[in-house]
Protein backbone atom coordinates (compact mmCIF):
# COMPACT_ATOMS: atom_id res chain seq x y z
CA UNK A 1 0.00 0.00 0.00
CA UNK A 2 1.47 2.93 -1.01
CA UNK A 3 1.44 6.04 1.92
CA UNK A 4 0.84 10.25 0.27
CA UNK A 5 2.97 12.24 1.95
CA UNK A 6 1.46 14.93 3.80
CA UNK A 7 1.61 18.53 2.01
CA UNK A 8 2.10 21.66 3.81
CA UNK A 9 0.80 25.08 2.32
CA UNK A 10 4.21 27.20 1.86
CA UNK A 11 3.51 30.95 2.64
CA UNK A 12 5.84 34.30 2.77
CA UNK A 13 5.26 36.92 4.71
CA UNK A 14 5.60 40.19 3.98
CA UNK A 15 8.63 40.60 5.67
CA UNK A 16 10.67 37.77 3.80
CA UNK A 17 9.39 39.19 0.48
CA UNK A 18 10.82 42.27 1.14
CA UNK A 19 14.13 40.10 2.44
CA UNK A 20 14.14 38.41 -1.07
CA UNK A 21 13.31 41.89 -3.04
CA UNK A 22 16.69 43.43 -1.38
CA UNK A 23 18.88 40.06 -2.07
CA UNK A 24 17.42 40.24 -5.89
CA UNK A 25 18.10 44.45 -5.84
CA UNK A 26 21.33 43.97 -4.04
CA UNK A 27 22.79 41.33 -6.58
CA UNK A 28 21.41 42.89 -9.65
CA UNK A 29 23.97 45.75 -9.14
CA UNK A 30 26.57 43.03 -8.81
CA UNK A 31 25.57 40.39 -11.63
CA UNK A 32 22.51 40.82 -13.35
CA UNK A 33 23.39 37.08 -14.85
CA UNK A 34 22.81 35.62 -10.96
CA UNK A 35 19.64 37.38 -10.56
CA UNK A 36 17.08 34.85 -11.91
CA UNK A 37 19.25 31.50 -10.67
CA UNK A 38 19.81 32.90 -7.23
CA UNK A 39 15.76 33.93 -6.86
CA UNK A 40 14.62 30.81 -8.06
CA UNK A 41 17.05 28.33 -6.05
CA UNK A 42 16.09 30.15 -3.09
CA UNK A 43 12.18 30.21 -3.65
CA UNK A 44 12.77 26.51 -4.49
CA UNK A 45 14.14 26.03 -1.51
CA UNK A 46 11.45 27.60 0.72
CA UNK A 47 8.81 25.52 -1.59
CA UNK A 48 10.39 22.43 -0.92
CA UNK A 49 9.51 22.79 2.53
CA UNK A 50 5.75 21.77 1.77
CA UNK A 51 6.78 17.69 2.05
CA UNK A 52 9.28 17.97 5.24
CA UNK A 53 8.92 21.10 7.01
CA UNK A 54 10.72 20.23 9.95
CA UNK A 55 14.16 19.22 8.72
CA UNK A 56 15.11 22.27 8.94
CA UNK A 57 17.68 23.03 12.60
CA UNK A 58 15.92 25.01 15.23
CA UNK A 59 17.54 28.50 15.05
CA UNK A 60 20.38 28.02 17.27
CA UNK A 61 20.61 31.94 18.53
CA UNK A 62 16.92 31.30 19.19
CA UNK A 63 17.23 27.68 21.03
CA UNK A 64 19.95 29.08 22.95
CA UNK A 65 16.95 30.71 24.59
CA UNK A 66 15.07 28.07 24.85
CA UNK A 67 12.80 29.16 21.70
CA UNK A 68 12.32 26.03 19.60
CA UNK A 69 9.27 27.15 17.19
CA UNK A 70 11.52 28.38 14.25
CA UNK A 71 13.51 26.81 12.01
CA UNK A 72 15.96 27.39 9.12
CA UNK A 73 17.56 26.38 5.97
CA UNK A 74 20.09 27.40 4.63
CA UNK A 75 20.74 28.42 1.06
CA UNK A 76 24.33 29.98 1.00
CA UNK A 77 24.93 32.66 1.83
CA UNK A 78 21.47 33.00 3.06
CA UNK A 79 19.12 31.62 6.18
CA UNK A 80 15.55 30.89 5.34
CA UNK A 81 14.01 31.19 8.66
CA UNK A 82 10.44 29.73 9.17
CA UNK A 83 8.01 28.69 11.52
CA UNK A 84 5.61 25.61 10.61
CA UNK A 85 1.87 25.72 12.02
CA UNK A 86 -0.43 22.99 11.72
CA UNK A 87 -0.27 22.27 7.77
CA UNK A 88 1.16 25.36 7.24
CA UNK A 89 4.74 26.54 6.50
CA UNK A 90 5.42 30.68 6.89
CA UNK A 91 8.45 31.81 5.64
CA UNK A 92 9.51 34.76 8.03
CA UNK A 93 12.95 36.03 7.23
CA UNK A 94 15.87 35.49 4.06
CA UNK A 95 18.92 37.36 5.89
CA UNK A 96 22.56 36.49 4.76
CA UNK A 97 24.50 34.06 7.12
CA UNK A 98 26.85 36.43 8.42
CA UNK A 99 24.01 38.38 9.85
CA UNK A 100 23.08 37.91 13.32
CA UNK A 101 19.23 37.08 14.22
CA UNK A 102 19.05 39.07 17.49
CA UNK A 103 19.58 41.42 15.27
CA UNK A 104 17.35 41.51 12.47
CA UNK A 105 14.61 40.72 15.20
CA UNK A 106 15.49 43.80 17.31
CA UNK A 107 15.78 45.83 14.10
CA UNK A 108 12.13 44.98 12.82
CA UNK A 109 11.03 45.20 16.53
CA UNK A 110 11.82 48.81 16.55
CA UNK A 111 10.36 49.09 12.80
CA UNK A 112 6.81 47.66 14.15
CA UNK A 113 6.93 49.87 17.37
CA UNK A 114 7.62 53.41 15.72
Known amino acids: MRTEINKYQVFWTRAAMQDLKNIIEYIESESEAQVRKIYLKIKQKAADLNRMPLRGRIVPELNYFNI ?3 RELISPPWRIIYRVE ?14 NVEDLLLDRLMKNNR
Do not use: E
Request: charged share 30%.
Open 68 to 70: LGY
Open 86 to 99: ADKVWVLAVIDCRR
